[in-house]
């Protein structure tokens, strides 16, 4: 039997999004980076994500590093336990990620994933989040929009 293999191929034989031929696709670290990163906005640990979802941490590790694929019933349940739609696991993919895939969001502006990865950034948001007071965290909204770009509080206003 044939085996089942996902994805155009180029020229060279590898499949469009590798990284390199036998190594994790583009698409597959960036899911896992984006795993990683809601789950370090949880405060949540490995152990815990693997938990709730009965895998060991190192299962949990090799899903964040893209080593291992997330199938579309984990990619759900992983949705469920982080408390986010399935689309936020694809937000912000890059273009050499998208393989085949047509661009989208043209011209927006996002945030890099090393912004979103670094420990301020988590810091801040995992703070903002622990103001029980919604009005509160309102007016810090307030508060910070008019000290970022022009651009981000033109069309976040």
């Known amino acids: ?16 999004g590798d990284e390199r031929e036998g190594g994790p696709r583009r698409i597959d670290v960036h899911v ?25 941490f190192q299962q949990v590790q090799k899903y964040e590093r893209g080593v291992n694929r997330v199938g579309a019933s984990r990619l759900f349940d992983l949705s469920r336990v982080l408390d986010v739609p399935i689309s936020f696991f694809f937000d912000d993919l890059p273009d050499s990620a998208q393989g085949d895939c047509a661009e989208f969001a043209e011209g927006r502006q996002r945030l890099s994933d090393n912004a979103l990865n670094r420990r301020e950034t ?12 919604a009005s509160i965290r309102k007016r810090m909204l307030e508060l910070i929009k008019p000290m970022s770009p022009t651009e981000y509080a033109r069309d976040h206003a």
């Open 1 to 16: 039997m044939e085996k089942y293999t996902h994805g155009s191929r180029n020229t060279s034989g590898a499949r469009a």
């Open 32 to 56: 896992g980076s984006r795993i990683r990163l809601r789950r370090t906005l949880m405060g949540m640990s490995q152990e815990r994500l693997g938990e709730a979802l009965s895998l060991t």
């Open 122 to 133: 988590l810091e801040l948001v995992r703070a903002y989040y622990l103001i029980n007071d």
